[in-house]
């Protein structure tokens, strides 16, 4: 079993940056990948971003490349998610998942282990 914890959401202005961080406890996988998934009320849980055990490969959502950066710190067991230029349509509550695997997906459903969430709102 694997614990994920997420932290860091809240309120932010349009324009602004926010960093997620999300701590993994329990049987931590040696070679898992790390994620990001949000979802808007009303809506399905979308891929954000992802990053492997080694950190050569990432992956990003379209609508967030170039503004949103994916970073894990595998001696503390911590992924992290800096949200820069942030914009209404952010605005979600964003989830770290964990799956076993060399190379980042997107697929929700190949994510075995799940956080409780983090609201963001991002207000115009």
């Known amino acids: 079993q694997v614990q994920l914890v997420e932290s860091g959401g809240g309120l932010v202005q349009a324009g602004g940056s926010l960093k997620l961080s999300c701590e993994a406890s329990?049987?931590?996988?040696?070679?898992?990948?790390l994620a990001w998934f949000r979802q808007a009320p009303g809506s399905e849980r979308l891929f954000v971003g992802g990053?492997?055990?080694?950190?050569?490969?990432?992956d990003y959502g379209d609508s967030v490349k170039g503004r949103f950066t994916v970073s894990r710190d595998n001696a503390k067991n911590n992924l992290y998610l800096q949200m820069n230029a942030l914009k209404p349509e952010d605005t979600a509550v964003y989830y770290c998942a964990s799956m076993q695997g060399l190379v980042v997906l997107r697929t929700a459903a190949l994510y075995g282990f799940w956080g409780q969430g983090t609201q963001v709102t991002v207000s115009s």
């Open positions: 990053i492997n055990w080694s950190g050569d490969d990432t």
């Open positions: 329990g049987d931590t996988l040696s070679r898992d990948v």
